[in-house]
Protein backbone atom coordinates (compact mmCIF):
# COMPACT_ATOMS: atom_id res chain seq x y z
CA UNK A 1 0.00 0.00 0.00
CA UNK A 2 1.48 3.26 -1.16
CA UNK A 3 0.31 6.19 1.73
CA UNK A 4 -0.88 9.43 -0.73
CA UNK A 5 -2.17 12.62 -0.03
CA UNK A 6 -3.09 14.56 -3.14
CA UNK A 7 -4.35 18.34 -2.04
CA UNK A 8 -3.58 20.59 -4.62
CA UNK A 9 -0.29 22.27 -5.44
CA UNK A 10 -0.14 24.24 -2.30
CA UNK A 11 -0.15 21.21 0.02
CA UNK A 12 2.60 19.52 -2.15
CA UNK A 13 4.53 22.71 -1.48
CA UNK A 14 5.08 21.98 1.93
CA UNK A 15 6.17 18.21 1.51
CA UNK A 16 10.14 17.64 1.83
CA UNK A 17 11.55 17.21 -1.25
CA UNK A 18 12.96 13.52 -0.74
CA UNK A 19 9.74 12.72 0.55
CA UNK A 20 8.30 13.50 -3.00
CA UNK A 21 10.71 11.88 -4.50
CA UNK A 22 10.46 9.28 -2.27
CA UNK A 23 6.89 8.69 -3.03
CA UNK A 24 7.66 8.95 -6.73
CA UNK A 25 9.64 6.31 -7.00
CA UNK A 26 7.38 3.95 -4.64
CA UNK A 27 4.41 4.74 -6.73
CA UNK A 28 7.01 3.87 -10.03
CA UNK A 29 8.63 1.11 -8.65
CA UNK A 30 5.53 -1.28 -6.64
CA UNK A 31 2.47 0.52 -8.74
CA UNK A 32 4.07 0.62 -12.36
CA UNK A 33 7.03 -2.21 -12.03
CA UNK A 34 9.16 0.07 -13.39
CA UNK A 35 12.96 -1.25 -12.54
CA UNK A 36 15.61 0.42 -11.02
CA UNK A 37 17.21 1.11 -13.86
CA UNK A 38 14.52 2.35 -15.50
CA UNK A 39 13.37 4.76 -12.36
CA UNK A 40 16.82 6.13 -12.33
CA UNK A 41 16.85 7.67 -15.89
CA UNK A 42 13.22 9.01 -15.27
CA UNK A 43 14.36 10.32 -12.31
CA UNK A 44 17.35 11.87 -13.67
CA UNK A 45 19.74 10.21 -10.99
CA UNK A 46 21.29 6.67 -9.92
CA UNK A 47 20.10 3.43 -9.59
CA UNK A 48 21.65 3.47 -6.14
CA UNK A 49 19.83 6.62 -5.29
CA UNK A 50 17.08 5.09 -6.45
CA UNK A 51 17.38 2.17 -3.96
CA UNK A 52 17.63 4.60 -0.92
CA UNK A 53 14.56 6.59 -1.48
CA UNK A 54 12.50 2.97 -1.95
CA UNK A 55 14.52 2.55 1.54
CA UNK A 56 13.50 5.83 2.87
CA UNK A 57 9.45 5.44 1.26
CA UNK A 58 9.28 1.96 3.38
CA UNK A 59 11.46 3.62 6.62
CA UNK A 60 9.19 6.51 6.59
CA UNK A 61 5.76 4.99 6.33
CA UNK A 62 4.76 6.08 2.96
CA UNK A 63 4.86 2.06 1.84
CA UNK A 64 3.58 -0.40 4.06
CA UNK A 65 4.18 -3.79 2.55
CA UNK A 66 1.60 -6.80 3.64
CA UNK A 67 2.69 -10.53 2.98
CA UNK A 68 -0.58 -13.01 3.35
CA UNK A 69 0.21 -16.64 3.06
CA UNK A 70 -2.04 -18.78 0.47
CA UNK A 71 -5.73 -18.64 0.91
CA UNK A 72 -5.14 -16.07 3.76
CA UNK A 73 -4.51 -18.60 5.93
CA UNK A 74 -2.02 -18.71 9.12
CA UNK A 75 0.61 -21.38 9.22
CA UNK A 76 0.44 -24.29 10.83
CA UNK A 77 2.63 -23.17 13.84
CA UNK A 78 0.85 -20.01 14.10
CA UNK A 79 -2.69 -22.25 13.54
CA UNK A 80 -1.25 -24.11 16.87
CA UNK A 81 -0.54 -21.26 19.11
CA UNK A 82 -3.70 -20.16 18.86
CA UNK A 83 -5.47 -23.90 19.31
CA UNK A 84 -3.03 -24.33 22.79
CA UNK A 85 -2.79 -21.07 23.64
CA UNK A 86 -5.45 -18.99 23.02
CA UNK A 87 -2.68 -16.52 21.51
CA UNK A 88 -2.44 -14.91 18.00
CA UNK A 89 1.15 -15.92 16.77
CA UNK A 90 3.10 -13.75 14.31
CA UNK A 91 6.24 -16.49 13.76
CA UNK A 92 9.06 -14.47 12.28
CA UNK A 93 11.48 -16.55 9.77
CA UNK A 94 15.03 -16.88 11.37
CA UNK A 95 17.65 -19.63 10.07
CA UNK A 96 18.13 -22.06 12.87
CA UNK A 97 21.92 -21.01 12.92
CA UNK A 98 21.36 -17.43 13.51
CA UNK A 99 23.08 -16.02 17.12
CA UNK A 100 20.44 -14.60 19.48
CA UNK A 101 21.77 -11.04 18.59
CA UNK A 102 20.68 -11.38 14.95
CA UNK A 103 17.77 -12.90 15.83
CA UNK A 104 16.77 -10.72 18.50
CA UNK A 105 17.54 -7.86 16.01
CA UNK A 106 15.45 -9.65 13.60
CA UNK A 107 12.27 -10.23 15.64
CA UNK A 108 12.65 -6.77 16.83
CA UNK A 109 12.18 -5.46 13.02
CA UNK A 110 9.54 -7.29 12.33
CA UNK A 111 7.58 -6.68 15.04
CA UNK A 112 8.59 -2.86 14.60
CA UNK A 113 6.93 -3.04 11.02
CA UNK A 114 3.85 -4.62 12.35
CA UNK A 115 3.26 -2.80 15.76
CA UNK A 116 1.81 -0.17 13.52
CA UNK A 117 -1.81 -2.57 12.98
CA UNK A 118 -2.04 -2.40 16.74
CA UNK A 119 -1.71 1.17 17.12
CA UNK A 120 -4.59 3.91 16.74
CA UNK A 121 -5.53 7.23 17.71
CA UNK A 122 -7.35 8.05 21.08
CA UNK A 123 -5.44 4.90 23.01
CA UNK A 124 -3.40 4.46 25.58
CA UNK A 125 -0.54 2.24 24.65
CA UNK A 126 2.06 0.53 27.90
CA UNK A 127 5.17 0.27 26.94
CA UNK A 128 7.60 -2.02 29.48
CA UNK A 129 11.75 -0.89 28.89
CA UNK A 130 13.97 -4.02 28.47
CA UNK A 131 16.82 -5.17 25.96
CA UNK A 132 13.75 -6.40 23.24
CA UNK A 133 11.84 -3.19 23.30
CA UNK A 134 15.17 -1.00 22.69
CA UNK A 135 15.93 -3.00 19.73
CA UNK A 136 12.12 -2.72 18.40
CA UNK A 137 11.99 1.26 18.99
CA UNK A 138 15.08 1.81 16.67
CA UNK A 139 13.04 0.24 13.62
CA UNK A 140 9.51 2.04 14.23
CA UNK A 141 7.72 2.65 11.02
CA UNK A 142 5.99 6.26 11.73
CA UNK A 143 2.42 6.49 11.65
CA UNK A 144 0.66 9.69 12.75
CA UNK A 145 -2.43 9.59 15.18
CA UNK A 146 -4.08 11.57 17.78
CA UNK A 147 -4.49 12.05 21.51
CA UNK A 148 -2.77 8.88 22.13
CA UNK A 149 -0.50 8.29 24.77
CA UNK A 150 2.64 6.45 25.50
CA UNK A 151 2.50 5.03 29.06
CA UNK A 152 6.11 3.56 31.10
CA UNK A 153 4.61 0.26 32.77
CA UNK A 154 7.85 -0.28 35.15
CA UNK A 155 10.28 2.61 37.17
CA UNK A 156 13.66 2.67 35.23
CA UNK A 157 15.93 3.68 38.49
CA UNK A 158 18.66 1.44 40.65
CA UNK A 159 21.44 2.34 42.80
CA UNK A 160 23.93 3.01 39.59
CA UNK A 161 21.29 5.54 37.83
CA UNK A 162 18.30 7.30 37.54
CA UNK A 163 17.46 5.07 34.71
CA UNK A 164 15.91 8.42 33.29
CA UNK A 165 17.76 8.72 30.41
CA UNK A 166 17.43 5.48 29.21
CA UNK A 167 13.80 4.88 29.53
CA UNK A 168 13.01 8.31 28.10
CA UNK A 169 15.04 7.53 25.66
CA UNK A 170 13.39 4.27 24.51
CA UNK A 171 9.54 5.85 25.48
CA UNK A 172 10.81 8.75 22.98
CA UNK A 173 11.31 7.08 20.05
CA UNK A 174 7.67 5.47 20.32
CA UNK A 175 6.61 9.10 20.62
CA UNK A 176 7.59 10.29 17.67
CA UNK A 177 6.66 7.39 15.82
CA UNK A 178 2.93 7.77 16.30
CA UNK A 179 2.97 11.31 17.41
CA UNK A 180 1.80 10.46 21.03
CA UNK A 181 2.60 12.33 23.94
CA UNK A 182 4.51 10.28 26.50
CA UNK A 183 3.83 9.51 30.60
CA UNK A 184 6.99 8.72 32.03
CA UNK A 185 6.85 6.77 35.25
CA UNK A 186 9.84 8.41 37.45
CA UNK A 187 10.14 5.66 40.13
CA UNK A 188 13.25 3.33 41.12
CA UNK A 189 12.56 -0.29 39.34
CA UNK A 190 12.54 -1.69 42.64
CA UNK A 191 12.03 -0.50 46.09
CA UNK A 192 14.32 -1.27 48.46
CA UNK A 193 11.71 -2.00 51.02
CA UNK A 194 8.18 -2.53 50.31
CA UNK A 195 6.76 -0.02 53.02
CA UNK A 196 8.16 3.05 51.11
CA UNK A 197 6.65 1.39 48.02
CA UNK A 198 3.05 1.21 49.68
CA UNK A 199 3.74 5.09 50.76
CA UNK A 200 4.49 6.15 47.38
CA UNK A 201 1.94 4.30 46.05
CA UNK A 202 -0.55 6.82 47.71
CA UNK A 203 0.70 9.67 46.17
CA UNK A 204 -1.62 11.59 43.62
CA UNK A 205 1.27 11.76 41.09
CA UNK A 206 1.81 8.42 41.48
CA UNK A 207 -1.88 7.51 41.41
CA UNK A 208 -2.16 9.36 37.86
CA UNK A 209 0.19 7.21 36.34
CA UNK A 210 -0.93 3.84 38.06
CA UNK A 211 -4.93 4.71 37.00
CA UNK A 212 -3.29 5.14 33.39
CA UNK A 213 -1.73 1.89 33.56
CA UNK A 214 -5.35 0.37 34.56
CA UNK A 215 -6.86 2.20 31.99
CA UNK A 216 -4.35 0.96 28.85
CA UNK A 217 -5.48 -0.37 25.40
CA UNK A 218 -2.54 -2.16 24.36
CA UNK A 219 0.64 -3.20 26.45
CA UNK A 220 3.68 -3.99 24.83
CA UNK A 221 6.40 -6.13 26.41
CA UNK A 222 9.03 -8.77 26.32
CA UNK A 223 10.04 -11.15 28.28
CA UNK A 224 12.66 -10.84 31.04
CA UNK A 225 15.09 -14.01 31.23
CA UNK A 226 18.30 -14.75 33.24
CA UNK A 227 19.37 -17.80 30.33
CA UNK A 228 19.19 -15.45 27.59
CA UNK A 229 22.78 -14.91 25.15
CA UNK A 230 21.28 -11.20 24.91
CA UNK A 231 20.77 -10.87 28.49
CA UNK A 232 17.50 -8.96 29.36
CA UNK A 233 18.25 -5.40 30.57
CA UNK A 234 16.96 -6.14 34.15
CA UNK A 235 19.72 -9.05 34.94
CA UNK A 236 22.65 -6.97 33.65
CA UNK A 237 21.69 -3.49 33.89
CA UNK A 238 22.56 -3.30 38.16
CA UNK A 239 18.99 -3.76 39.47
CA UNK A 240 19.24 -6.72 40.90
CA UNK A 241 22.05 -8.04 43.48
CA UNK A 242 23.31 -11.35 44.77
CA UNK A 243 20.61 -11.45 47.90
CA UNK A 244 18.01 -10.64 45.10
CA UNK A 245 19.05 -13.70 42.89
CA UNK A 246 19.20 -15.94 45.73
CA UNK A 247 15.46 -15.10 46.69
CA UNK A 248 14.24 -15.11 43.19
CA UNK A 249 15.98 -18.57 42.95
CA UNK A 250 14.28 -20.07 46.07
CA UNK A 251 10.77 -18.63 45.10
CA UNK A 252 11.30 -20.34 41.63
CA UNK A 253 11.00 -17.47 39.28
CA UNK A 254 11.46 -18.05 35.68
CA UNK A 255 11.18 -14.47 34.44
CA UNK A 256 9.63 -11.55 34.35
CA UNK A 257 6.84 -8.86 32.62
CA UNK A 258 8.10 -5.41 33.63
CA UNK A 259 10.12 -6.77 36.23
CA UNK A 260 7.10 -8.60 37.78
CA UNK A 261 8.48 -12.08 38.49
CA UNK A 262 6.68 -15.35 38.08
CA UNK A 263 6.85 -19.01 38.05
CA UNK A 264 6.74 -21.55 35.11
CA UNK A 265 2.62 -21.92 36.23
CA UNK A 266 2.30 -18.28 36.09
CA UNK A 267 1.93 -17.70 39.36
CA UNK A 268 3.72 -15.27 41.79
CA UNK A 269 2.64 -15.17 44.97
CA UNK A 270 5.08 -15.61 47.65
CA UNK A 271 7.64 -14.08 45.17
CA UNK A 272 9.39 -11.66 48.01
CA UNK A 273 10.67 -9.40 45.42
CA UNK A 274 7.64 -8.63 43.57
CA UNK A 275 6.75 -6.69 46.76
CA UNK A 276 9.54 -4.16 45.98
CA UNK A 277 9.01 -4.09 42.07
CA UNK A 278 6.89 -1.00 40.38
CA UNK A 279 6.09 -2.76 37.33
CA UNK A 280 2.13 -3.19 37.05
CA UNK A 281 0.23 -6.45 39.13
CA UNK A 282 -0.83 -9.10 36.55
CA UNK A 283 -3.81 -8.26 37.20
CA UNK A 284 -3.99 -5.02 36.06
CA UNK A 285 -1.98 -5.89 33.17
CA UNK A 286 -4.26 -8.27 32.38
CA UNK A 287 -6.87 -5.52 32.06
CA UNK A 288 -5.29 -4.25 28.51
CA UNK A 289 -7.86 -5.52 25.89
CA UNK A 290 -4.58 -6.29 23.47
CA UNK A 291 -1.64 -7.72 24.97
CA UNK A 292 1.56 -7.95 22.68
CA UNK A 293 4.47 -9.94 23.59
CA UNK A 294 7.98 -9.89 21.66
CA UNK A 295 10.08 -13.23 22.45
CA UNK A 296 13.41 -14.32 20.43
CA UNK A 297 15.30 -17.27 21.57
CA UNK A 298 14.96 -20.41 22.67
CA UNK A 299 16.81 -19.60 25.95
CA UNK A 300 13.69 -17.66 27.06
CA UNK A 301 11.16 -20.70 26.88
CA UNK A 302 10.28 -21.05 30.32
CA UNK A 303 9.72 -17.14 30.41
CA UNK A 304 7.69 -17.60 27.63
CA UNK A 305 5.77 -20.73 28.79
CA UNK A 306 5.10 -19.24 32.05
CA UNK A 307 3.77 -15.83 30.97
CA UNK A 308 1.34 -17.90 28.78
CA UNK A 309 0.26 -19.42 31.76
CA UNK A 310 -0.25 -15.93 33.27
CA UNK A 311 -2.69 -15.25 30.56
CA UNK A 312 -0.31 -11.94 30.10
CA UNK A 313 -0.65 -12.44 26.36
CA UNK A 314 -3.06 -11.69 23.31
CA UNK A 315 -0.91 -11.35 20.52
CA UNK A 316 2.88 -13.03 20.68
CA UNK A 317 6.08 -12.20 17.96
CA UNK A 318 8.27 -14.56 17.71
CA UNK A 319 10.99 -16.22 16.10
CA UNK A 320 10.50 -19.29 14.02
CA UNK A 321 13.08 -21.94 16.21
CA UNK A 322 11.32 -20.51 19.54
CA UNK A 323 7.79 -21.08 17.93
CA UNK A 324 8.97 -24.04 17.20
CA UNK A 325 10.16 -24.94 19.77
CA UNK A 326 6.97 -24.02 22.12
CA UNK A 327 4.86 -26.03 19.89
CA UNK A 328 6.71 -29.36 20.18
CA UNK A 329 6.89 -29.32 23.76
CA UNK A 330 4.12 -31.90 25.33
CA UNK A 331 0.75 -29.76 25.64
CA UNK A 332 0.34 -29.22 30.05
Not at 22 to 30: D, F, G, N
Not at 202 to 229: I, M, N, Y
Request: proline share 5%.
Amino acid sequence: MIKSDARGDEAAETVPGKTRDALRAAHLYYMQDLTMDAIAHELHTSRSSVSRLLSHARASGLVEISIHSPLDLPSRIEQEILERHEVRAHVVPVPDHASDVDRLDRVALSAARILGQYVDSNQAIGVAWGSTMSAMSRHLVPKATHNTEIVQLNGAGNVRTTGIVYASELLRRFGDAFGAHVQQFPVPAFFDDPATKRAFWKERSTRRLLDLQARLDVALFGVGSPFAEVPSHVYQGGYLDRGDYEALSRDGAVGDVATVFYRGDGSTEGIRLNERATGPDFAVLRRAPRRICVVSGKAKLPSLRGALAAGLITDLIVDEGTARALVDAPSA
